[in-house]
């Protein structure tokens, strides 16, 4: 069976500190992979997917950036947290082909200081 | 698609009622639907999914309900327990990469 492996769970930060979060996917080959943030009592926001290795699209300008140094790991990055990095960051992967699920990590609460 | 800035919705229903979570979505040419259940503090669960040539689907205790031609979608849970108590979303594929589009999500409250 499949796994995704998101950490760590939570993170306090300070404003202009780095940030690396990890995600790593078990059990499958080649998926489609997601980073998602949510801000507090809100819906998810794409922030950027892939769908190979070294293969990365942005959803929207930001702060971050992503990096698929693996076929099953997606790593998020910044080089200087600000304020509003905080929220809490969602990894997800997919099988490819389109017109399928997005399966979830269990997320990780960012909390920049 | 998104509503940021906007707090969640929330829908009150009574244990073992039925409960309706509705959902719009602005893109004609989206093509796959999912509905996500998301507990505090953990990701979202995939529930159910339905496809554009469809207009219903069933689950165990949920029905998914596709209506095209005002793009809305509908989730109903039958027999509503305690445990459904939870964040429900709808994200739809707008056609090509399969990226998920989210909506905003509504917050579901079971009252014993």
């Known amino acids: 069976s499949q796994t995704i492996h998101q950490w760590p769970a939570t993170l306090v930060q300070p404003v202009g500190s780095p940030l690396s979060l990890e995600c790593t996917v078990e059990?499958?080959?080649?998926?489609?992979l997601y980073w998602y943030r949510q801000a507090a009592g809100r819906g998810l926001q794409l922030l950027f997917y892939s769908v190979g290795i070294g293969q990365i699209s942005s959803e929207v300008p930001q702060n971050l950036s992503a990096s698929r140094p693996q076929d099953r790991q997606f790593i998020l990055s910044s080089k200087k947290l600000l304020l509003s990095d905080s929220g809490f960051y969602l990894c997800?992967?997919?099988?490819?082909?389109?017109?399928?699920?997005?399966?979830f990590g269990q997320g990780t609460r960012l909390t920049v200081v | 698609g998104e509503s940021v800035g906007l707090h969640l919705p929330t829908l009150s229903v009574q244990e073992g009622d039925n409960s309706i979570i509705n959902c719009a979505y602005s893109n004609s040419a989206s093509d796959y639907f999912i509905w996500y259940k998301q507990e505090s503090g953990k990701g979202p669960q995939f529930i159910i999914d339905?496809?554009?040539?469809?207009d219903k689907r069933q689950g165990q205790r949920v029905t998914v309900l596709l209506n095209k031609t005002v793009k809305h979608l509908s989730l109903q849970i039958a027999a509503t327990q305690p445990g459904d108590s939870a964040v429900y979303f709808c994200?739809?594929?707008?056609?090509?990469?399969?990226?998920?589009?989210f909506g905003t999500g509504t917050q579901l409250k079971v009252e014993l």
């Open positions: 997800a992967w997919s099988r490819t082909g389109g017109d399928t699920e997005a399966f």
């Open positions: 339905i496809r554009s040539n469809m």
């Open positions: 059990g499958t080959s080649n998926p489609n």
């Open positions: 994200a739809e594929n707008r056609g090509g990469g399969n990226k998920l589009t």
